[in-house]
């Protein structure tokens, strides 16, 4: 069974859209993380949720929105999508409170703007 | 800047060789991970090393920790195609925010 799942896999779409992607995790974990990743391969932590709670929110622009309607789940949703946002999104997630643990991570939406 | 980073950017080696990979930090850590990342898939954990670590071995990775220098080495021994891939370092600076600075990665590519 996939640990960290998102959907979809790929995503192609015009400038201007609104888009969401999906994660879940059935690891019982209580952190989950969304990171971007350029085609450079920089890897960059979005934002962060522990149980619920929003605790990290680098400097990512308004159009990004971070949901977690339960400790399973952290959808991103995209407005007015730019071409400056293609790029391999990926989830994670992590059990904090087993102090510093490792994270584990989806396999990434590949998100294409036209 | 907390961010850590990789050299070398790049490396390529036969089947057989051992690879070394180097990673350096600015600020001081609570943990550092090493990550590999295959091509086009997310990211697997590999090893962690604790600040009060100084060497951590797993199969044919070993991890060393310099927190004086700032840097972390890992050596894959005996290297195989199959380990042909990208591989990150990551710091945890503590906090209470869980979060992981990632380097720029180091693409190694053994050939058969």
């Known amino acids: 069974d996939t640990a960290v799942s998102q959907t979809p896999k790929y995503l192609v779409t015009q400038m201007g859209n609104d888009k969401s992607i999906k994660c879940e995790q059935n690891?019982?974990?209580?952190?989950m993380y969304w990171y971007k990743q350029d085609s450079k391969k920089f890897l960059k932590i979005m934002f962060s949720y522990n149980n619920k709670e929003l605790i990290i929110n680098e400097t990512v622009p308004n159009r990004f929105s971070p949901k977690s309607p339960d400790k399973a789940h952290l959808n991103l949703h995209i407005n007015s999508l730019e071409l400056g946002d293609s790029a391999v999104y990926f989830c994670a997630s992590s059990q904090a409170n087993r102090g510093r643990e490792t994270q584990y991570f989806g396999p990434g939406t590949r998100l294409l703007v036209l | 800047s907390q961010q850590g980073e990789e050299d070398p950017q790049a490396l390529s080696i036969q089947e057989g060789e051992n690879a070394t990979m180097n990673c350096s930090y600015k600020t001081s850590i609570n943990n550092l991970q090493w990550y590999r990342q295959n091509s086009g898939r997310g990211l697997v954990h590999l090893i962690l090393?604790?600040?009060?670590?100084r060497e951590k071995h797993s199969g044919r990775l070993r991890v060393t920790l310099d927190t004086s220098k700032k840097s972390s080495s890992l050596l894959i021994t005996a290297s195989r195609a199959a380990d042909t891939a990208s591989y990150f370092c990551?710091?945890?600076?503590?906090?209470?925010?869980?979060?992981?600075?990632f380097g720029k990665g180091t693409l190694l590519t053994v050939n058969p």
């Open positions: 990551a710091t945890d600076h503590g906090g209470s925010n869980y979060k992981l600075t």
């Open positions: 090393i604790r600040s009060n670590e």
């Open positions: 690891l019982g974990h209580d952190t």
